[in-house]
Protein backbone atom coordinates (compact mmCIF):
# COMPACT_ATOMS: atom_id res chain seq x y z
CA UNK A 1 0.00 0.00 0.00
CA UNK A 2 3.03 2.34 0.38
CA UNK A 3 3.70 2.80 -3.13
CA UNK A 4 -0.23 3.67 -3.47
CA UNK A 5 -0.40 6.51 -1.48
CA UNK A 6 -0.67 10.20 -2.66
CA UNK A 7 1.21 12.22 0.12
CA UNK A 8 0.63 15.78 0.27
CA UNK A 9 3.18 17.93 2.64
CA UNK A 10 0.87 20.53 4.28
CA UNK A 11 4.00 21.88 6.87
CA UNK A 12 6.65 23.19 4.08
CA UNK A 13 8.97 26.58 4.15
CA UNK A 14 10.41 28.71 1.53
CA UNK A 15 12.01 32.26 1.86
CA UNK A 16 13.62 33.76 -1.34
CA UNK A 17 16.89 35.12 -1.30
CA UNK A 18 16.07 38.82 -1.54
CA UNK A 19 14.91 38.08 1.75
CA UNK A 20 17.79 38.45 4.48
CA UNK A 21 17.14 35.34 7.00
CA UNK A 22 17.41 36.99 9.78
CA UNK A 23 16.60 33.85 11.82
CA UNK A 24 20.45 32.29 10.56
CA UNK A 25 22.12 35.94 11.95
CA UNK A 26 20.55 35.61 15.31
CA UNK A 27 21.04 32.27 15.87
CA UNK A 28 22.99 31.22 19.02
CA UNK A 29 26.27 29.95 18.40
CA UNK A 30 25.42 25.95 19.03
CA UNK A 31 22.91 26.39 16.46
CA UNK A 32 24.47 28.58 13.39
CA UNK A 33 25.88 25.75 11.44
CA UNK A 34 22.15 23.86 11.70
CA UNK A 35 21.02 27.31 10.40
CA UNK A 36 23.22 27.80 7.48
CA UNK A 37 22.78 24.68 6.36
CA UNK A 38 18.79 25.47 6.20
CA UNK A 39 19.20 28.60 5.48
CA UNK A 40 20.84 27.01 1.85
CA UNK A 41 17.49 25.00 1.46
CA UNK A 42 14.83 27.65 2.23
CA UNK A 43 16.24 29.51 -0.99
CA UNK A 44 16.62 26.52 -3.60
CA UNK A 45 13.03 26.64 -5.36
CA UNK A 46 14.48 23.96 -7.84
CA UNK A 47 14.95 21.71 -4.69
CA UNK A 48 11.35 22.98 -2.94
CA UNK A 49 9.53 21.21 -6.11
CA UNK A 50 12.25 18.46 -6.55
CA UNK A 51 10.27 15.79 -4.62
CA UNK A 52 7.12 16.45 -6.60
CA UNK A 53 9.38 16.37 -10.23
CA UNK A 54 10.59 12.92 -8.66
CA UNK A 55 7.51 11.29 -7.80
CA UNK A 56 7.33 11.22 -4.06
CA UNK A 57 5.35 13.48 -3.32
CA UNK A 58 1.89 15.16 -4.82
CA UNK A 59 2.50 18.26 -3.76
CA UNK A 60 3.63 20.37 -1.29
CA UNK A 61 1.69 23.57 1.19
CA UNK A 62 4.49 25.76 1.11
CA UNK A 63 4.39 29.43 3.20
CA UNK A 64 7.17 32.12 3.48
CA UNK A 65 7.65 32.44 7.34
CA UNK A 66 7.25 36.35 7.88
CA UNK A 67 9.10 34.61 11.29
CA UNK A 68 12.04 34.10 9.55
CA UNK A 69 13.24 37.82 8.32
CA UNK A 70 11.49 39.39 11.06
CA UNK A 71 13.75 42.17 13.62
CA UNK A 72 14.43 41.08 17.02
CA UNK A 73 11.04 42.45 18.34
CA UNK A 74 9.36 40.13 15.50
CA UNK A 75 8.62 42.14 13.47
CA UNK A 76 8.18 43.00 9.50
CA UNK A 77 7.56 46.19 7.84
CA UNK A 78 3.77 45.90 6.14
CA UNK A 79 5.19 46.17 2.51
CA UNK A 80 7.61 43.16 3.35
CA UNK A 81 4.65 40.94 3.81
CA UNK A 82 2.79 42.12 1.07
CA UNK A 83 6.17 41.37 -0.81
CA UNK A 84 5.83 38.21 0.35
CA UNK A 85 2.60 37.19 -0.59
CA UNK A 86 2.85 38.57 -4.33
CA UNK A 87 5.99 36.26 -4.54
CA UNK A 88 4.46 33.38 -3.48
CA UNK A 89 1.69 33.86 -5.90
CA UNK A 90 4.49 33.77 -8.33
CA UNK A 91 5.71 30.95 -7.15
CA UNK A 92 2.73 28.54 -6.89
CA UNK A 93 1.89 29.59 -10.34
CA UNK A 94 5.21 28.76 -11.54
CA UNK A 95 4.66 25.26 -10.26
CA UNK A 96 0.66 24.36 -10.23
CA UNK A 97 -0.28 21.17 -8.71
CA UNK A 98 2.70 21.01 -7.45
CA UNK A 99 2.63 23.76 -5.12
CA UNK A 100 -0.53 25.36 -2.68
CA UNK A 101 0.14 28.73 -1.06
CA UNK A 102 -0.27 30.42 2.64
CA UNK A 103 -0.50 33.73 2.57
CA UNK A 104 1.59 34.84 5.42
CA UNK A 105 0.45 37.48 7.46
CA UNK A 106 0.74 40.49 10.70
CA UNK A 107 -2.16 38.29 12.53
CA UNK A 108 -1.36 40.86 15.51
CA UNK A 109 -1.42 44.12 12.97
CA UNK A 110 -5.25 44.57 13.68
CA UNK A 111 -7.39 45.62 10.80
CA UNK A 112 -4.67 45.82 8.33
CA UNK A 113 -3.58 42.35 8.51
CA UNK A 114 -7.18 41.70 7.54
CA UNK A 115 -7.23 43.26 4.68
CA UNK A 116 -3.63 41.57 3.59
CA UNK A 117 -5.43 38.44 4.68
CA UNK A 118 -8.49 39.15 2.23
CA UNK A 119 -6.14 40.43 -0.48
CA UNK A 120 -3.98 36.96 -0.73
CA UNK A 121 -6.87 34.61 -0.46
CA UNK A 122 -9.23 36.54 -2.96
CA UNK A 123 -7.08 38.71 -5.22
CA UNK A 124 -3.92 36.43 -5.34
CA UNK A 125 -5.71 33.01 -4.99
CA UNK A 126 -3.79 31.59 -2.44
CA UNK A 127 -5.12 28.37 -0.64
CA UNK A 128 -5.18 29.95 3.23
CA UNK A 129 -3.47 31.76 5.68
CA UNK A 130 -0.02 31.25 7.88
CA UNK A 131 -0.05 32.94 11.37
CA UNK A 132 2.08 33.19 14.63
CA UNK A 133 0.73 31.39 17.16
CA UNK A 134 2.13 34.64 19.69
CA UNK A 135 3.45 37.85 19.55
CA UNK A 136 4.69 38.65 22.76
CA UNK A 137 2.74 38.98 25.68
CA UNK A 138 -0.24 38.17 23.22
CA UNK A 139 -1.87 34.67 22.47
CA UNK A 140 -3.66 34.20 18.92
CA UNK A 141 -6.68 34.91 20.60
CA UNK A 142 -5.82 38.26 21.26
CA UNK A 143 -7.86 41.26 19.81
CA UNK A 144 -5.60 42.66 17.54
CA UNK A 145 -5.71 39.52 15.86
CA UNK A 146 -9.61 38.65 15.35
CA UNK A 147 -9.87 40.67 12.08
CA UNK A 148 -7.54 38.21 10.49
CA UNK A 149 -9.65 35.03 11.70
CA UNK A 150 -13.03 36.42 11.08
CA UNK A 151 -11.84 37.07 7.36
CA UNK A 152 -10.35 33.50 7.70
CA UNK A 153 -13.90 32.25 8.89
CA UNK A 154 -15.63 34.21 6.79
CA UNK A 155 -13.94 33.21 3.47
CA UNK A 156 -14.00 29.27 5.06
CA UNK A 157 -9.64 29.02 4.54
CA UNK A 158 -7.70 27.35 6.86
CA UNK A 159 -5.20 29.15 9.27
CA UNK A 160 -1.71 27.88 10.51
CA UNK A 161 -1.59 28.95 13.38
CA UNK A 162 2.26 28.21 13.49
CA UNK A 163 4.76 27.98 16.74
CA UNK A 164 7.50 30.66 17.50
CA UNK A 165 10.11 31.01 19.99
CA UNK A 166 8.86 32.13 23.57
CA UNK A 167 11.17 34.41 25.70
CA UNK A 168 12.08 34.00 28.08
CA UNK A 169 11.48 29.99 28.02
CA UNK A 170 13.75 29.50 24.50
CA UNK A 171 16.24 31.57 26.46
CA UNK A 172 16.22 29.06 29.28
CA UNK A 173 15.99 25.88 27.22
CA UNK A 174 19.05 27.20 24.36
CA UNK A 175 21.31 25.05 26.62
CA UNK A 176 19.63 22.10 26.05
CA UNK A 177 20.05 22.18 22.29
CA UNK A 178 17.15 21.39 19.62
CA UNK A 179 14.97 19.63 21.90
CA UNK A 180 15.08 22.63 24.42
CA UNK A 181 13.96 25.11 21.45
CA UNK A 182 11.14 22.52 20.36
CA UNK A 183 9.72 22.04 23.88
CA UNK A 184 9.79 26.16 24.10
CA UNK A 185 7.40 26.49 20.65
CA UNK A 186 5.66 23.18 21.89
CA UNK A 187 4.66 25.08 25.13
CA UNK A 188 3.38 28.33 23.06
CA UNK A 189 1.46 26.58 20.44
CA UNK A 190 0.00 24.16 22.82
CA UNK A 191 -1.22 27.85 24.99
CA UNK A 192 -2.37 28.95 21.68
CA UNK A 193 -4.70 25.88 20.60
CA UNK A 194 -5.77 26.76 24.48
CA UNK A 195 -6.73 29.83 24.29
CA UNK A 196 -8.50 30.26 20.72
CA UNK A 197 -10.76 27.22 22.94
CA UNK A 198 -11.02 28.83 26.27
CA UNK A 199 -11.16 32.53 24.68
CA UNK A 200 -14.34 31.60 23.23
CA UNK A 201 -12.73 31.92 19.33
CA UNK A 202 -14.12 29.01 18.64
CA UNK A 203 -17.91 29.09 19.64
CA UNK A 204 -17.62 32.94 18.17
CA UNK A 205 -16.40 32.02 14.59
CA UNK A 206 -18.18 29.11 13.29
CA UNK A 207 -16.29 29.14 10.11
CA UNK A 208 -13.07 28.83 11.53
CA UNK A 209 -10.75 26.26 10.85
CA UNK A 210 -6.75 26.23 12.02
CA UNK A 211 -3.55 24.00 12.15
CA UNK A 212 -1.43 23.43 14.96
CA UNK A 213 1.99 21.28 14.97
CA UNK A 214 2.30 18.02 16.37
CA UNK A 215 4.27 19.76 19.56
CA UNK A 216 0.57 20.99 20.36
CA UNK A 217 -0.23 17.80 21.58
CA UNK A 218 0.21 18.46 25.06
CA UNK A 219 -1.99 21.55 24.95
CA UNK A 220 -4.28 19.41 23.35
CA UNK A 221 -4.59 16.52 25.51
CA UNK A 222 -4.61 18.95 28.33
CA UNK A 223 -7.56 20.63 26.98
CA UNK A 224 -9.39 17.37 26.95
CA UNK A 225 -8.40 15.58 29.98
CA UNK A 226 -9.36 19.27 32.09
CA UNK A 227 -12.68 19.13 30.14
CA UNK A 228 -13.49 15.53 30.93
CA UNK A 229 -13.78 16.78 34.58
CA UNK A 230 -16.50 19.10 33.61
CA UNK A 231 -20.32 19.14 32.61
CA UNK A 232 -18.46 21.41 29.43
CA UNK A 233 -16.66 18.06 28.36
CA UNK A 234 -18.73 16.96 24.99
CA UNK A 235 -19.28 21.09 23.80
CA UNK A 236 -15.49 21.66 24.35
CA UNK A 237 -14.21 18.53 22.55
CA UNK A 238 -17.18 18.92 20.15
CA UNK A 239 -15.20 22.19 19.47
CA UNK A 240 -12.10 20.83 18.81
CA UNK A 241 -13.05 18.29 16.42
CA UNK A 242 -14.63 20.92 14.71
CA UNK A 243 -11.98 23.58 14.33
CA UNK A 244 -8.51 21.99 14.96
CA UNK A 245 -6.52 20.45 12.71
CA UNK A 246 -3.06 19.10 13.95
CA UNK A 247 -0.22 17.98 11.43
CA UNK A 248 2.54 14.88 11.95
CA UNK A 249 5.20 16.69 12.49
CA UNK A 250 8.03 15.18 14.43
CA UNK A 251 6.57 11.90 12.85
CA UNK A 252 6.07 8.73 15.23
CA UNK A 253 3.35 6.12 15.80
CA UNK A 254 2.18 7.69 19.70
CA UNK A 255 2.17 10.77 18.31
CA UNK A 256 -0.57 10.18 14.86
CA UNK A 257 -2.29 7.47 16.79
CA UNK A 258 -3.33 9.81 20.32
CA UNK A 259 -3.61 12.61 17.59
CA UNK A 260 -6.49 10.45 15.58
CA UNK A 261 -8.26 9.16 19.05
CA UNK A 262 -8.59 12.94 20.52
CA UNK A 263 -9.38 14.55 17.02
CA UNK A 264 -10.18 11.87 14.81
CA UNK A 265 -8.25 10.30 11.93
CA UNK A 266 -10.34 12.72 9.46
CA UNK A 267 -8.27 16.13 11.32
CA UNK A 268 -4.69 15.05 11.24
CA UNK A 269 -2.40 15.92 8.14
CA UNK A 270 1.00 14.98 6.48
CA UNK A 271 3.26 17.65 7.51
CA UNK A 272 7.45 17.49 7.95
CA UNK A 273 8.23 21.13 8.45
CA UNK A 274 10.24 20.73 5.57
CA UNK A 275 13.79 22.05 5.26
CA UNK A 276 13.87 23.10 8.66
CA UNK A 277 13.13 19.33 9.24
CA UNK A 278 14.97 17.70 6.76
CA UNK A 279 15.22 13.32 7.62
CA UNK A 280 14.90 12.69 3.63
CA UNK A 281 11.92 11.56 2.03
CA UNK A 282 8.72 11.27 4.31
CA UNK A 283 6.71 8.45 2.24
CA UNK A 284 8.45 5.76 3.97
CA UNK A 285 8.86 7.43 7.77
CA UNK A 286 5.00 8.68 7.51
CA UNK A 287 3.50 4.98 6.19
CA UNK A 288 5.67 3.11 8.54
CA UNK A 289 4.49 5.12 11.54
CA UNK A 290 0.66 5.56 10.36
CA UNK A 291 1.35 1.65 9.99
CA UNK A 292 2.64 1.03 13.14
CA UNK A 293 -0.26 3.42 15.10
CA UNK A 294 -2.45 1.13 13.31
CA UNK A 295 -4.74 3.44 11.30
CA UNK A 296 -6.63 1.85 9.03
CA UNK A 297 -5.87 2.29 4.97
CA UNK A 298 -8.61 4.40 4.50
CA UNK A 299 -7.08 6.28 7.70
CA UNK A 300 -3.70 6.19 6.05
CA UNK A 301 -5.25 7.82 2.67
CA UNK A 302 -7.06 10.47 4.57
CA UNK A 303 -3.85 11.62 6.79
CA UNK A 304 -1.90 10.95 3.77
CA UNK A 305 -3.39 13.53 0.82
CA UNK A 306 -6.71 13.20 1.43
CA UNK A 307 -8.11 15.56 4.91
CA UNK A 308 -5.67 18.31 3.32
CA UNK A 309 -7.23 18.53 -0.11
CA UNK A 310 -10.43 18.57 1.84
CA UNK A 311 -9.52 21.53 4.23
CA UNK A 312 -7.55 23.55 1.05
CA UNK A 313 -11.05 23.08 -0.97
CA UNK A 314 -9.56 21.02 -3.74
CA UNK A 315 -11.29 18.33 -5.52
Not at 190 to 196: D, F, G, Q
Not at 227 to 248: E, G, N, W
Request: include cysteine; proline fraction near 5%; aromatic fraction near 4%.
Amino acid sequence: MTDELNIIDWHCHHVPARFELTALSMAPPSQRARWEAIACKLSDEDLLVKDMCDGVLGARVVNIPANLIADANGLVAHDTIMAINDHLAGLVARHKGHLYGLGSVDAYDGDRAAREAERAIRDLGLHGLFVDCARGDLLIDAPQARPTLEVASRLGVPVFVHPVAPQPLTKQMTPYGVVGTLFARGTINSAALIALLEGGVFSQLPGLRVVVTAHALGGLAMAVGLSSQSRAAPAALDLLRKHVFIDTQLIHPSLIKASAEVLGADRVMAGSDWPIVDDGPIRERLTDAMRQARLTDDEQHAVAAGNCLRLLGIG
